[in-house]
């Protein structure tokens, strides 16, 4: 069981965002009980949501000071709603902390950080939030970190957390992270909520750095569809409720746990993207530069005809090797070579003597499928996870609204 870092409590309420009149909780709140460093990482998306900008600014508003939670909706994404919808967030924000406040807690709303999630254009009714707010705050403390993660669940067939414990020169320092998102995932960030809490002292600038690092390394490189949504936001707070001052020459063990944190949750949206039945590891070697690998990476992760092949398990080599000749790079196409779950399908400009149909007949009846692309003699090399497409997914996203 994941444990959640000192000095955090966390709770959850069910406000019916969604109308379903569901038996279970969508609205839930991570808080610090001291001001924590925060660091977030946000969609690129020129339409970002309401709580999107407002939590940038309470970031870059909050400095030295920190902040104290991270408040997330499920249901409602408060995307595309004007300066309505960023009244009605910053209004959700002066509900709780006054809850809050009443319960004896000294927090403001410019301490809380929100994010939202669910269809976008639709305004948030805030005669349910005044209704659940109550219920959120009398329930903080009594929620587990499953329960936070099931909170801010929308189309996710399952609740996703990671953790990690660090022992350092002056204790043991612990992360925990939740996330949710299955659609709508694509590199520089997707449909996705995610937070990761720390109990260490961190200093702002050296945790904002690490945190964007570890963002590229895992979330950023992912695909389920390509779409890059509204409300894709990637909190990380650390508190210092342990009493362990990171040390300098211990950050890399912090960076190194932070990854790892991130890392899992990324494998898990891949893992449950909408309709989703694989999860392609993809590794491309051999390029003149990082970045000629990670336009290879991404073209074949993203190619909907290597994206069906898998899901039929077909070794569809073709598919493979043209999605790769139209990423844009310049390699010599008789030094590429292709293999899949350690068979090798293309070499030397044409495919192998292997009867790779009869050899991976069993191997891509897994979920997941390692796929090494190698371009040349370079030192360039990327990574990428990426998921299949089936008939589910378009059975999710064809009547998602209703």
């Not at 966390?10 to 991570?30: E, T, V």
């Not at 909170?151 to 043991?172: H, I, S, V």
Request: include cysteine; aromatic fraction near 4%.
């Amino acid at each position: 069981m994941i444990q959640i870092p000192q000095g955090f409590r966390l709770a959850a309420a069910n406000a019916d965002f969604r109308n379903k009149h569901l038996d279970r909780n969508d609205l839930s709140l991570a808080f610090s009980d001291a001001p924590a460093t925060a660091a977030g990482v946000f969609t690129t998306n020129l339409f970002r949501a309401a709580p999107v900008l407002v939590s940038q600014e309470h970031i870059a508003a909050s400095g030295e000071k920190g902040v104290r939670g991270v408040l997330f909706n499920s249901g409602q994404a408060n995307a595309c709603t004007g300066e309505k919808g960023r009244e009605n967030c910053l209004l959700s924000l002066d509900m709780v902390s006054q809850a809050l406040r009443n319960a004896g807690e000294e927090v403001s709303s410019e301490e809380l950080l929100p994010a939202s999630t669910g269809v976008i254009g639709a305004q948030m009714d805030m005669d349910k939030w005044a209704a659940a707010v109550p219920a959120l705050a009398a329930s903080l403390g009594s929620v587990s970190l499953e329960g936070l993660a099931r909170a801010m669940m929308t189309t996710d067939a399952f609740p996703k957390t990671a953790g990690r414990e660090l022992a350092l020169k002056g204790g043991m320092v612990r992360l925990a992270g939740v996330a949710k998102g299955a659609g709508m995932i694509c590199p520089n960030m997707a449909t996705m909520l995610s937070l990761v809490m720390c109990d260490a002292s961190v200093e702002p600038s050296v945790w904002h750095d690490m945190f964007r690092r570890a963002a590229d390394a895992t979330f950023n490189r992912v695909s389920v569809d390509g779409d890059t949504s509204t409300n894709d936001s990637l909190y990380g707070l650390a508190n210092g409720a342990s009493g362990v001052v990171v040390e300098k020459d211990e950050l890399p063990l912090l960076e190194e746990a932070l990854t790892a944190v991130l890392g899992e949750l990324a494998y898990m949206l891949v893992k449950d993207g909408e309709g989703a039945t694989k999860v392609m590891h993809i590794h491309v070697t051999g390029a003149a530069c990082d970045e000629d690998a990670e336009k290879v990476a991404r073209t074949v992760g993203h190619s909907q005809l290597v994206k069906t092949a898998m899901f039929g398990r077909d070794p569809n080599w073709g598919r493979i090797v043209a999605a790769a000749g139209r990423a844009g790079v310049n390699f010599d196409p008789m030094a590429l070579r292709v293999t899949l779950c350690g068979v090798e399908l293309f070499r030397n400009g044409r495919p192998t003597d292997l009867d790779f149909d009869a050899l991976l007949e069993e191997p891509l009846k897994n979920m997941d499928l390692p796929l090494d692309i190698v371009l040349g003699e370079g030192e360039g090399e990327a990574r990428l996870l990426a998921s299949d497409l089936s008939h589910g997914y378009v059975s999710l996203n064809s009547d998602y609204r209703s």
